[in-house]
């Protein structure tokens, strides 16, 4: 079955600089790869999402780079704000439409 | 996107007890799942709730433990069966529109 490895699983950044969150999968028939923001008690917002006839989204501050054949692809925050501060998922899935979920990101923004 | 009821927000449970969740959406989804978080941890996929047969479970988690049923395109309940303190955790319905997944809100259940 699909596996998906998340790196790095704290990450520190000071306000204004840039993060970046790196995920491989191993089932080439993955062909969507959603990334979620977990705030603290809350549940996980979909953030930004990529799928595999695209090699890169962006959203305002968020973007989001696939490399299909390394099967490999990235979470960018730019000028980040404290706001950022939450954990960060992605996760893989193919046509079943079931999601499975790397480790995790805690980034942190400091003021 | 759409809505999704999850209930118990929270509960507080004995060991060897079992207890029922259940997930309400405001709409017809043919695709929910059912999604566990431990403290700390990530998201592991439990079962996928099948309308109308039983749930397909992934590996790890079988029926005795966790059994679902699925009613109906909008309804969904998940028992959390004889548990022990390891089964504390958020356990998260969810449901797929268009290979989106969106999430109730959790059911956080502490097992003493």
């Known amino acids: 079955g699909e596996n998906v490895e998340q790196h790095p699983s704290t990450l520190s950044v000071q306000e204004g600089d840039s993060a970046v969150i790196k995920c491989t999968y191993s089932d080439s028939a993955s062909n969507y790869f959603p990334w979620y923001k977990q705030e603290l008690e809350k549940r996980p917002q979909l953030i930004i999402d990529i799928r595999s006839n695209v090699g890169e989204k962006k959203d305002q501050r968020i973007a989001v780079t696939l490399n299909k054949t390394a099967k490999h692809f990235s979470l960018h925050i730019t000028e980040t704000q404290p706001e950022d501060s939450a954990v960060y998922f992605c996760?893989?899935?193919?046509?079943?439409?079931?999601?499975?979920f790397g480790q995790g990101t805690t980034l942190q923004v400091k003021p | 996107s759409a809505v999704i009821s999850q209930k118990p927000s929270r509960d507080i449970c004995q060991r060897g007890t079992s207890l029922t969740i259940q997930c309400q959406v405001d709409s017809q989804v043919t695709m929910m799942f059912w999604y566990r978080q431990q403290p700390g941890q990530s998201l592991t996929l439990i079962a996928t709730a099948n309308q109308g047969s039983e749930a397909t479970y992934e590996s790890g988690f079988v029926i005795d433990k966790f059994p679902i049923s699925r009613p109906n395109l909008t309804f969904s309940t998940l028992t959390v069966s004889n548990m022990s303190p390891e089964d504390s955790s958020i356990y998260l319905c969810?449901?797929?529109?268009?290979?989106?997944?969106?999430f109730g809100a959790g059911s956080r259940l502490t097992v003493l």
């Open positions: 969810s449901v797929s529109g268009a290979n989106v997944l969106t």
């Open positions: 996760a893989a899935s193919s046509n079943t439409g079931k999601l499975i």
